[in-house]
């Protein structure tokens, strides 16, 4: 059944991910894997093949492409003949938005010009480099492969060559202070383009660091102090003209990643590569339903499934009305622009107002964490508690 919905602001992307690292960050909770040989011939087919199968089920007639994503795993660590291909290949089953954005991640230890060069003329026209620490004590602890000078050769690198690059990085480390990060910081927005990401350090279940912080290995910094260092990236962000526009995430207007701002704002997209995670919206009137679908995680299993069976999907639910409401919720309050009610109805089948409720939402005015004026969204102060915010709006 092909979807006859009406694709607005939010758009419609592709993800393709490539799961392979030089090794594995203690940090990461990503579907990566360390791997050395990569058969690069074998795994094209089958991404190609994958995104035949995807793209057969989207339906193709009214989907408008506005971005392509190759995320990891280290997709630098791709063959750019593969990345040419698959975007040839993307441009040949959708129509494409004249300003299609193409972005590819990157590691420093896997950059070098020509082959960034190679990237460039494969169609990518925005990078996203994983820098995480400007300072060498930082690197060595979050085992990164790169030091402090291919960092800023990378950087250079990316800014001449791409029209928009990005890159991350990692704050509220073990001991880091706030001085600390504000030298490092304006180090950074020297080097920036108009966009930056910059995330707290988490630890998430199934690292290495979960199980390193629970022996006691590394204390991170307390709440107070997490506070303080999310609020001087706020103020020096904004100040140099970056301001979030989402919780981890900084840019100048208009030079937001657009195919992140897919999943915030909603939107459908297709997924292949291990593990991927796709949306699709299909259907007409009252059949209308959102598909959430799930490729096979272990790298070799999906190969093989995929070659036996044109794609590798593990999951296919429909999600009912109520959890579609609440994703685009859970999704849409992490944009400092928060959630435009007439995008919410249109996606959600209801108001926004009859979805939310009342006393939470008024509780939540009266402490100052919703703001009281136009889309529903969450003030600064409401930020650092989004999680307890979402759960106090939802019925």
Known sequence: MTSTHSQGREGFGLYIHWPFCLSKCPYCD?????????????????????????????????????????????????DPDTTAALIEHARSLFRCSNDLEITLEANPSAVDRDRFAAFRQAGVNRVSLGI??????????????????????AIETAASLFPRYSFDLIYARPGQTVEEWRSELAEALTLAGDH????????????????????????????????????VTQQMMT????????????????????????????GDYLAVGPGAHGRLTLGDGAQRHTLALRRHRAPEIWLSQVEANGHATREKTILSAAERREELILMGLRLYDGLDPALFARLGGQSLDSTLSASGLAMLRDEGLIATDGPLRVTPQGMLCLNSVIAALLP
């Open 30 to 78: 990503f579907n990566s894997h360390a791997a050395r040989q990569i058969d690069q011939d074998r795994w094209r087919r089958a991404l190609i093949t994958e995104l035949d199968h995807a793209a057969a089920e989207a339906g193709r007639e009214d989907r408008l492409l506005t971005s392509i994503f190759f995320g990891g795993g280290t997709p630098s660590l791709m």
């Open 132 to 153: 995480q620490s400007l300072r060498e004590d930082s690197l060595r602890f979050l085992e990164r492969h790169h030091d402090r000078q291919e960092a800023l050769t």
């Open 196 to 231: 930056l990401s910059l995330y707290q350090l988490t630890i998430e279940q199934g690292t290495r660091f979960f199980n390193d912080h629970a022996k006691g290995a590394f204390i991170l910094p307390d709440d107070e102090q997490a506070v303080a260092l999310y609020e």
């Open 239 to 266: 100040a140099a003209g970056r301001p979030a526009y989402e919780v981890s995430n900084h840019a100048r207007p208009g030079e937001e990643c657009r195919h992140n701002l897919t999943y915030w704002r909603g």
